[in-house]
């Protein structure tokens, strides 16, 4: 099933690394979550905080250590500069996550310290706990 959602031009707004994420949940898992508003632009950056994001997340999802990490749970990834969100993954298991980068088309990619490095947070929507 992840296979439909790679090599997916980057788009925002249509193929981005949250939308990416939300067009999964509704198709294969029959799991709709509302994006908060955000420009459909490298201007969303602005948009995202670790604060905003966790109270988003909190209405439909619970937070998971990266240890418990179970396929689908969405991956959060925050700047080392500020308190900014810069990015947003699907975990596969074991240890591989599903995105979309700027520029790029979506892959599943090993889990690598770069990105263990800028983790915020990994969530686990209600309907799959």
Same mark, same amino acid.
């Given at each position: 099933m992840v296979q439909?959602?790679?090599?997916?031009k980057h788009e925002y707004?249509?193929?981005d690394c949250i939308e990416l994420i939300r067009q999964f949940y509704k198709d294969e898992l029959n799991i709709?979550?509302?994006l908060p508003t955000y420009p459909k632009s490298r201007e969303w950056l602005k948009y995202f905080s670790a604060t905003s994001v /966790?109270?988003?997340a909190s209405s439909c999802a619970i937070k998971v250590k990266l240890t418990e990490a179970q396929n689908?749970?969405?991956m959060v990834f925050k700047s080392e500069k500020s308190d900014l969100i810069i990015h947003f993954g699907m975990y596969l298991m074991p240890s591989?996550?599903?995105h979309v980068e700027e520029g790029g088309s979506s892959c599943i990619q090993s889990l690598s310290q770069y990105w263990v /490095?800028?983790?915020h947070a990994v969530y686990?929507?209600?309907d799959l706990v």
């Open positions: 439909n959602y790679l090599s997916l707004g249509k193929i709709v979550f509302d /966790d109270h988003w689908y749970d969405v591989k996550i599903l /490095d800028r983790l686990r929507h209600n």
